[in-house]
């Protein structure tokens, strides 16, 4: 018997490079308790793994890879599943999948109605996938991307057309019979065989989708709310039947028209949630929406139109006025303004031309461009952006669980209750069988888990959805939960406070003027590649300064450069290089080099002939917004630091101007992560916020990492919000969106559970004894309906949510 219960894993290991990497990888998994035996081949860098899945998951072995220090190469896919009706399907599909060989991860969104799943292809296939989905009972709609979404659309409004019909023959003849109950009987035949012979084919049509969920339910041995919806139903009916005939109770049990009001109002319910759920993804629909479907591209001098799924890296691909931009590229020929806004959310044009990167969904507005296809298929940042957003709303942050570890506990704690209030009312009160009845359907068909189920992956996929809207891109439902708890944040400067390049910030001169100055200094510069050197470049073209031409450049020791100007010797350099060559540096300049020094900017000295002629200061400049953002972040009590590898001097001028106090300067690149430790161990939550080149580590280590102005790299930031934008105010915006998404979360729960707390007591006729008040079980599965209704209605508010710091910026 022990040896059957052993597994055999095969797990695909990247980044080992030689025999001592295997034996490492052995090492790891032979350490855990549970494995027999691990066998790593460096040749086909795989590692076989025996290993008893009593003591053992094979998400641990891959961890104990990933410990290592190793890769662990899994596939992700997104499999459609249609036919879940509760949060009791989604743990059905997540145990039934989460149990086959080779799945280490499974989350099932039953908003979405997508699986999202963590697969060892070597191990299990999409096809074993689609068996157990099917087997459940459950519909298996393909892999999310490799279907038509409008397959999605028509099976939706397909089934929403049934709902509509079933819901019409229940009300269309439940009422009715309701309405005869008060009413003097004039047939010759019993009422009570009237309303049998009326409603039972209606009956049969209305009510078959339940009793087979609730009967697939029981045979997969999972106790759902279908269960609990065709006992309340079956009760209802199966009692009226009886009293029809005399059989056990009196013709006095008459259930037919609640019965048929029961399922219309279930339906009722399923057709609205089916309805918003097809209103929470839309985010995802306009992404898919933005991209082209063809492109026209040169072949042979020839302009030909392709589907977009043809177009080759290296392709010509011509874009005409007003077309999308078919793929990812760089302009090789022509000019255009192209509007962006679809993926950064910048709502002016951009100029393109020569040299020149564009990005596919974008549109093209006024020129004819060509440019050369460089990134194609699913590379393309569109294509990154929408699997970024689709993986994010398959995510569940922690407070689901508490939701989940609920719903497990519910359905078990409801039946309870409805057999304990049945007994009591009948046994114990001596109240009538049929009032005892009526208190045992009305507990069943009143409790739901559902809006319990619904709270949080509705919220997510909206919070998620909407945040894409505005260039905000989280990539996990626990990024938002931290963002909420957040203490303290920490920004790089350069490139994420700061523009990242020098710029010209003051110039000094003597017996010159400034555009004279500066066409010497750029003339001479205009052969150097140092930024400081460009940056003066760049200073002499905004001022139209026309440039010459220079003789004899030569660089001096790394400390500046020297050449001849229209007959004149330029000198470029720093205080030393000057001295060295004889210039007279007064008390006056001193002190003004000294000034620079104070406010951070680099003074660059320039000497014509033998005389000193000015000073021009460069520094690295703070971003527009960056005050503006800091303060914003202090308002909402953050703790504001900021980090950089320049000395003290330069890093406190830049925090001065940016708003901030506390500052850690003169910090290694690979140092940054330390320092993001240092802080979470005196307790702190730290967001760090940089560009995503350097700050890899940083980001990683933080509690969240915000990845910043990089809309051209998404997928592979090691954020987990990724800003597209170049904007600090979207910074606000993220910690404000996720605030609102936790508590529309928070809110969706506390409503889940009240309802459930109130309605449940009420409908085991708590309030009977003191007020006479009992629960009709058709109003109870009206109220049923609109618990999950609600919560989904709460949850869909959150698609017009504008964050504060979005708001301010168009006033």
């Excluded at 691909?317 to 192209?338: A, L, N, R, W």
């Excluded at 709270?455 to 989280?474: M, Q, W, Y």
């Excluded at 090691?718 to 996720?738: C, F, P, R, T, Y």
Aim: proline share 3%; net charge negative; glycine share 8%.
């Amino acid at each position: 018997m022990a040896e059957k219960s052993k597994k055999k894993a095969e797990i695909k290991v990247s980044g080992m490079s030689c025999a001592s990497c295997a034996l490492n990888v052995e090492k790891s998994l032979k350490g855990l308790e549970g494995v027999d035996e691990a066998n790593v081949n460096i040749g086909t860098e795989k590692a076989t793994v025996e290993y008893d899945p009593e003591k053992l998951k094979l998400a641990e072995l891959e961890n104990a890879v990933e410990e290592a220090g190793y890769g662990v190469v899994n596939e992700k896919v997104i499999l459609k599943i249609g036919g879940m009706t509760c949060v009791m399907c989604v743990k059905a599909i997540e145990d039934v999948l989460g149990k086959l060989d080779g799945i280490s991860n499974v989350t099932v969104n039953l908003t979405s109605e997508k699986a999202y799943v963590t697969y060892n292809p070597q191990m299990v296939s999409i096809t074993d996938m689609k068996n157990e989905i099917e087997d459940l009972g459950y519909q298996y709609l393909g892999v999310e991307g490799k279907e038509s979404e409008n397959l999605e659309e028509e099976l939706r409004e397909k089934d929403l057309k049934i709902k509509r019909k079933r819901m019409l023959v229940s009300f269309g003849f439940g009422i009715p019979l309701g309405i005869l109950t008060f009413v003097t009987w004039p047939l010759p035949i019993s009422f009570s065989l009237f309303s049998l012979i009326v409603s039972i084919i209606p009956f049969i049509y209305v009510s078959y989708p339940i009793f087979s969920a609730g009967f697939r339910s029981l045979k997969n041995r999972h106790l759902d709310m279908d269960v609990m919806y065709s006992m309340g139903v079956g009760v209802a009916y199966g009692s009226s039947v009886l009293g029809t005939f005399s059989i056990v109770l009196n013709p006095q049990f008459l259930f037919y028209d609640t019965a048929l009001l029961l399922t219309g109002f279930l339906t009722l319910g399923r057709y609205l949630e089916t309805r918003a759920k097809g209103r929470t993804s839309t985010a995802i629909k306009k992404l898919v929406g933005l991209q082209a479907k063809t492109a026209t591209i040169l072949r042979n001098n020839e302009e030909i139109e392709i589907p977009i799924e043809d177009v080759q890296m290296n392709d010509l691909v011509v874009v005409k006025p007003g077309e999308k931009i078919p793929t990812d590229g760089e302009v090789v020929s022509g000019e255009s303004y192209v509007d962006e806004s679809a993926i950064t959310g910048e709502p002016i044009p951009v100029l393109k031309d020569t040299g020149k990167s564009v990005v596919g969904g974008t549109i093209n507005q006024n020129g004819i461009i060509r440019f050369k296809a460089m990134k194609i298929g699913k590379d393309t940042v569109l294509s990154q952006i929408i699997k970024l957003v689709e993986d994010a709303q398959g995510s569940k942050p922690d407070v689901q669980r508490i939701a989940d570890t609920a719903v497990s506990y519910f359905i078990p704690t409801v039946l309870t209750i409805a057999v304990a209030a049945f007994l009591f009312w009948y046994f114990v009160s001596g109240t009538t069988l049929i009032f005892a009845l009526t208190v045992l359907i009305s507990i069943l068909v009143v409790a739901c888990p559902c809006a319990l189920g619904l709270a949080s992956p509705t919220a997510v996929t909206v919070g998620i959805g909407r945040g894409a809207d505005f260039g905000i891109l989280v990539k996990n439902g626990e990024a938002l939960e931290v963002s909420e708890k957040l203490t303290t944040i920490l920004f790089d400067k350069t490139g994420t406070l700061t523009k990242g390049k020098p710029e010209v910030t003051d110039v000094f001169t003597m017996g010159f003027d400034n555009k004279e100055l500066l066409k010497f200094a750029a003339s001479v510069e205009r052969n150097s590649q140092h930024p400081l050197g460009e940056a003066l470049v760049r200073k002499a073209q905004a001022e139209n300064v026309v440039l010459v031409e220079s003789q004899n450049f030569d660089t001096v020791g790394g400390k500046g450069v020297v050449a001849t100007v229209e007959g004149k010797r330029v000198l470029i350099g720093n205080k030393a290089m000057l001295k060295g060559n004889g210039f007279m540096i007064s008390d006056e300049y001193n002190e003004i080099i000294s000034e620079f020094g104070i406010a951070g900017k680099t003074a660059v000295l320039i000497g014509i002939d033998n005389e000193l002629a000015g000073i021009i200061a460069i520094a690295d400049t703070l971003k527009e917004n960056a005050s503006k953002a800091i303060e914003g972040l202090r308002k909402m009590n953050l703790k504001v630091v900021m980090i950089t590898g320049d000395n003290e001097k330069t890093a406190m001028a830049i925090a001065k101007q940016a708003g901030i106090h506390d500052v850690i300067a003169e910090v290694l690149p690979q140092d940054k992560s330390d320092e993001v430790k240092r802080l979470q161990d005196a307790g702190e939550i730290v967001a760090f916020v940089g560009d995503g080149i350097n700050d890899a580590p940083a980001l990683a280590q933080s509690d969240v990492g915000i990845a910043i102005g990089s809309g051209t790299d998404v997928a592979i930031e090691s954020g987990e919000i990724v800003l597209i934008k170049d904007d600090l105010n979207d910074a606000i915006a993220s910690i404000q969106l996720s605030k609102k998404v936790m508590s529309k979360i928070k809110q969706n729960l506390f409503w889940a559970f009240a309802y459930n707390v109130v309605l449940i007591p009420v409908a085991a006729g708590i309030l009977y004894p003191f007020y006479g008040i009992t629960f009709r079980p058709e109003f109870a599965g009206l109220a049923m309906a609109l618990s999950s209704v609600s919560v989904l209605t709460l949850s869909l508010l959150l698609k017009g949510y504008v964050p504060p710091a979005k708001q301010t910026k168009h006033h």
